[in-house]
């Protein structure tokens, strides 16, 4: 009952910045905890960083300092803003978020992936 879309994914230049957004639509749900996590080919699926629905965050530590996660609650929308992108940071980008609904059961649902290459 729940599509997450993920945007902003391409191609950038060793430095450079992207801004990615995932935005949940659905019904009969509210977004809990959201985040995004990515996968490199040849290696398994990491996390990036998550966001609580009031506005905790978790950062991998290879990102921490360069990524911000937020999020925009009215439209069900959370965002990754990267900055001084590297080539290790080259992978398929997923939205992941947990939907509740109002008997507090929760559903994890991932979006399709988008893509971010980061040139050398």
């Known amino acids: 009952q729940v599509q997450l879309v993920e945007s902003g994914g391409g191609l950038v230049q060793r430095g450079g910045s992207l801004r990615l957004s995932c935005a949940a639509s659905g019904t009969g749900f509210s977004m809990n905890r959201m985040g995004w996590y990515r996968q490199a080919p040849g290696l398994q699926r990491e996390l990036v960083a998550r966001?609580?629905?009031?506005?905790?965050?978790n950062y991998a530590d290879s990102v921490r300092g360069r990524f911000t996660i937020s999020r925009d609650n009215a439209k069900n929308t959370v965002y990754l803003e990267m900055n001084n992108l590297k080539p290790e940071d080259t992978a398929v980008y997923y939205c992941?978020?947990?939907?509740?609904?109002?008997?507090?059961?929760?559903?994890?649902?991932w979006g399709q992936g988008t893509q971010v290459t980061v040139s050398s």
């Open positions: 992941n978020a947990d939907a509740v609904t109002g008997w507090g059961t929760f559903f994890n649902y």
């Open positions: 966001i609580t629905r009031g506005g905790g965050t």
